[in-house]
């Protein structure tokens, strides 16, 4: 059974082209089979030249310099946050604030928060509302909030099929609510999480929303104003960048009126023995020397992206996604763990193979040189709601292809066998 071009699918051929380390081999020849994005996307070629040809010819610090390379350097690094607002239809380009990844934007969201006036204060008096299936950097934050502030935390569950339990919401999110931060796709379940329901009960009583779009922003278009968040947070790495670099945008007025997390050079307007006024956004949450290179890196992953068009990469995936569903339903003993289809889920597919423990799983699999991800994925709560110690992972982006679904699919046969 092969799934045949067409159908939405992209020249792979040719856009394998574009990534060096998927012509590598390992283990005596093998070639790679990478089927571990949800974690990090391969970076191509053009990604890597425009950081090369940063270091090489306009290496310098931004904002302050005056010469040719500090002005070149500036120009690079701001071009990307123009970039970046495009990319996901931000209003304005001062509403795109650069971060190391998604975990800092959402910890810069819950610090500000914590320290912020009245009406966006977290104190004993309100509520932090998540669900069960966020990855531990948007558990731990508000966590960690919560626990500084007083303020209780809730969250709504899981069903049994991997999806939210939104039957009552109205319980959950309540007048107290200060704040809902949820995932837009999820790391492990692969579920697309249905924001507007989500959104409009935030709303309802004022609270603000967060959305981590993590796993959305590499796979399809991702418009912060048709999702009518106050805050959105996503990471580079997963979507052909470098490591390194984050984004946080958030809607201009509240970012104006929000107090900074970090402090230190760039941040500032003025700086006296007494006290220190504050840069407008976004800089007022840069503090420091930024994170220039990996900038510039984000800002040509973007273009690569564009070019090929997020629509199309989004029905790429839908159909290696969908076959992938099919093939591995044909493995006896293979528990999906989450949406049993394609529709309405990202290309993240998390499962258990029989008594096999995931490690065993990966690790034999490797042997045949087929990269997948084990463990809890940084999402124990939802190990934990399902009964099980962990999960193999298998995710998919626009150079995957259906001959590496199917080289998993007779991996885990491999598998099988290799344990009786």
């Known amino acids: 059974m092969t799934l045949q071009p067409g159908g939405g699918l992209l020249d792979t051929d040719l856009i394998r082209k574009d990534f060096p380390i998927l012509d590598r081999e390992i283990h005596d020849g093998k070639k790679v089979v990478y089927l571990d994005n949800a974690a990090t996307s391969q970076k191509p070629r053009q990604v890597l030249d425009a950081m090369n040809a940063y270091y090489e010819r306009s290496n310098a610090n931004v904002h302050r310099g005056v010469h040719v390379l500090a002005e070149e350097a500036t120009a690079l690094y701001e071009g990307a946050r123009d970039k970046v607002a495009a990319f996901i239809n931000a209003p304005s380009r001062d509403e795109v604030i650069f971060t190391k990844n998604a975990s800092e934007s959402l910890n810069l969201v819950a610090n500000m928060l914590g320290w912020a006036d009245e009406p966006y204060r977290v104190d004993s008096d309100t509520e932090i509302v998540i669900t069960e299936m966020e990855h531990h950097s948007n558990i731990v934050p508000w966590q960690l909030l919560a626990q500084r502030t007083g303020a209780k935390l809730k969250w709504f569950g899981l069903t049994d099929e991997g999806r939210l339990d939104l039957s009552n919401i109205n319980e959950v999110i309540t007048e107290k609510t200060k704040i809902v931060s949820f995932v837009l796709v999820s790391n492990i379940l692969g579920t697309v999480n249905p924001v507007e329901q989500i959104v409009r009960r935030a709303q309802e009583v004022g609270a603000l929303v967060l959305i981590d779009a993590s796993q959305a922003a590499p796979h399809s278009v991702l418009d912060v104003q048709a999702l009518e968040a106050d805050f959105v947070a996503f990471t ?30 760039e941040m500032i307007e003025t700086v006296s023995m007494h006290s220190s006024t504050y840069a407008p956004a976004p800089h ?23 070019s090929i068009g997020m629509d199309k990469i989004a029905a790429h995936e839908h159909a290696i996604t969908e076959y992938a569903v099919k093939r591995l339903q044909e493995i006896p003993d293979l ?19 029989g008594d096999i423990h995931p490690h065993d799983v990966g690790q034999v699999l490797d042997e045949q040189g087929i990269a997948v991800r084990v463990g809890h994925h940084c ?4 190990c934990l709601r399902y ?28 598998v099988r066998n290799f344990f009786g």
Do not use: N, Q
Not at 389 to 406: G, K
């Open 387 to 414: 009964g099980i110690p962990a999960t193999t992972r298998a995710s998919f982006y626009l150079y995957s292809t259906p001959a590496e679904v199917d080289a998993l699919v007779e991996g885990l046969e491999y």
């Open 335 to 353: 528990k999906i763990i989450g949406p049993v289809t394609a529709d309405d889920r990202g290309a993240a597919i998390s499962f258990t193979l």
């Open 284 to 306: 007022k949450f840069e503090a420091g020397t930024p994170p220039i290179a990996e900038a510039v890196g984000l800002g040509a992953a973007v273009d690569y992206l564009s």
């Open 236 to 265: 580079g790495h997963k979507m052909c960048g470098p490591t390194g670099i984050g984004v946080l945008w958030g809607r201009l007025e509240l970012l104006e009126d929000l107090p900074p997390f970090l402090g230190g050079g």
């Open 379 to 382: 999402a124990r709560p939802v």
